[in-house]
């Protein structure tokens, strides 16, 4: 164990260490299949009241609960599960799914930002599991990062973000899908899909039948006056200190528009946030290639690295390559065009 700043720095080999401090109610970030999660104890009012003074978060944001059991779901919500809720439970858990149910009393308001409901998931990440299981307890844990940049997929991100403002950070790789979870909200009559991620929303039609899709999914246009009943939902997200740009609409369109705004932005340091097959058509800047658009999978593992990197490289404006919102497609330009503060071209 190293430690930078007076944060503790723990290897997988120290997962126990990890969640001593964890059961002391202090703060402990982790990676996940997702994006790395910075963790406390889900029932400890003030250990989950450090989460958003780290973070910087606003108190009404909620956030998500995270178990090692299935069965540790009961513990957390009001009334029985609905034949919804097993079926998704049995489909996608453990996995990139968050599903959103009333919260029973013990759960305290903190932790669901004044919320009567709580959204809960079992993550897949061995790391994930293995340091909950240790800690006995229900952990709290939205991204590792502070509040309104790019979510972090690797731990440099998280030390770079939060050290000397948490207790421990237990490092574990680069995480893989690169975007945070589904959340779908069965907490009404109707299934409702809150924040698109690593699980598809063609994926929980296939299993739920109709599944609404709320306004804030496909907005483009900032929604901070609404209350949030999801993490992600409002406030700046994802995004760098450069000013970005999403260039969207027609995918044969879209190269010809980014060349025509880095001619008319010559002044700046202009970089590229581009897919595979149009990275060599940019000129005199910086480019950073996000992946194929035949592998969305690919390109949600890249994209909050990339900004980070072209912060890191001191580039005042990116433009990216808008996608198509179609499976993976509606997570990613969900957090694009956050990360652009809705400053969209259509083309």
Same mark, same amino acid.
């Given at each position: 164990m190293k430690s930078i700043k007076g944060t503790k720095i723990f290897e997988r080999s120290e997962i126990k260490e990890a969640a $001593?401090?964890?059961?002391?109610?202090?703060?402990?970030a982790f990676p996940t299949e997702t994006v790395y999660g910075l963790g406390a104890n889900a029932l400890d009012e003030a250990a989950v009241r450090s989460i958003f003074t780290a973070k910087g978060r606003p108190a009404?944001? @909620?956030? =998500?609960?995270?178990?090692a059991k299935q069965e540790e779901l009961k513990s957390l919500v009001k009334g029985e599960?609905?034949?919804?809720?097993?079926?998704?439970?049995?489909?996608?858990? @453990?996995? @990139?799914?968050? =599903?959103?149910?009333?919260?029973?009393?013990?759960?305290?308001? +903190?932790?669901?930002?004044? *919320?009567e409901t709580i959204a809960v998931r079992m993550p897949q990440h061995p790391v994930?599991?293995?340091?909950?299981?240790?800690?006995?307890?229900?952990i709290a844990a939205p991204s590792a990062n502070l509040s309104g940049k790019p979510s972090p997929t690797l731990v440099k991100h998280v030390i770079d973000d939060l050290a000397g403002k948490v207790d421990g950070i237990l490092a574990g790789g680069q995480t893989g899908i690169g975007v945070e979870s589904t959340v779908v909200d069965l907490?009404?009559?109707?299934? +409702?899909?809150?924040?698109?991620?690593?699980?598809?929303?063609e994926e929980l039609t296939d299993i739920l039948g109709k599944v609404e899709i709320d306004p804030t999914v496909e907005a483009k246009l900032s929604n901070d006056d609404q209350q949030a009943i999801s993490p992600g939902m409002k406030y700046k997200h994802y995004s @760098?200190?450069?000013?970005?740009? *999403? +260039?969207?609409?027609?995918?044969?369109?879209?190269?010809?528009?980014?060349?025509?705004?880095?001619?008319?932005?010559?002044?700046?340091? +202009?970089?590229? /946030?581009?897919?595979?097959?149009?990275? $060599?058509?940019?000129?005199?800047?910086?480019?950073?290639? /996000?992946?194929?658009?035949? $592998?969305?999978a690919e390109i949600s593992t890249n994209i909050f690295k990339l900004l980070r990197e072209f912060d890191a490289e001191g580039i005042d404006e990116i433009i990216v390559e808008g996608l198509p919102v179609e499976g993976l497609g509606l997570a990613i330009m969900n957090r694009l065009r956050k990360s652009a503060a809705y400053q969209i071209i259509e083309v």
């Open positions: $001593n401090l964890l059961q002391q109610g202090k703060l402990v009404d944001n @909620p956030l =998500i609960v995270h178990i599960l609905t034949e919804d809720v097993k079926r998704l439970i049995s489909n996608f858990w @453990p996995g @990139p799914l968050t =599903i959103v149910l009333s919260k029973n009393a013990k759960v305290p308001a +903190v932790t669901t930002g004044g *919320l994930a599991l293995e340091l909950i299981e240790a800690t006995q307890l229900s907490s009404q009559v109707k299934p +409702v899909l809150l924040r698109p991620g690593g699980v598809t929303y @760098p200190q450069a000013e970005v740009i *999403l +260039v969207e609409g027609r995918t044969e369109e879209i190269p010809t528009k980014i060349k025509e705004l880095i001619g008319a932005h010559s002044a700046q340091k +202009v970089g590229v /946030m581009a897919t595979k097959e149009f990275s $060599n058509y940019y000129q005199d800047v910086t480019v950073k290639e /996000m992946g194929s658009r035949s $592998n969305l």
